[in-house]
């Protein structure tokens, strides 16, 4: 897992392509010694989850396919549960309370 700042992408776009998270893993892994992408047939570390550029927050990296697997199937069956905060400008009413809702 890996909490990602606000303002840096996830994955490389049109406009950037070398400064992303999954970037930073990779090179992470690679100077730890556990990725070696000349030695990779089939499989480069990846992230199990995404969140937008202007979100900070935590995302999952796994390390070999049968670890992204397993990720993958817990984000789809629910088996990971997520919680999202948020600021709020002003007083709400009520003051305290949980909102439950479910993308789909």
Known sequence: MRDKKQGLLVHPDKNEYNDT??????????E????????ENSFAPALANRIDRNTGGIVMA????????????KIKYREIDKFYLAAVH???NPTEA??????Q
Do not use: F, M
Request: net charge negative; aromatic share 10%; hydrophobic share 35%.
């Open 21 to 30: 998270l999954i970037s930073r893993v990779q090179r992470y892994l690679y």
């Open 90 to 92: 002003g007083t709400p």
């Open 62 to 73: 796994a390390k070999n396919a049968e670890a992204l697997r397993i990720l993958c199937d």
């Open 32 to 39: 730890k010694g556990e990725y070696d992408p000349e030695s």
């Open 98 to 103: 949980i909102l439950e809702g479910y993308l």
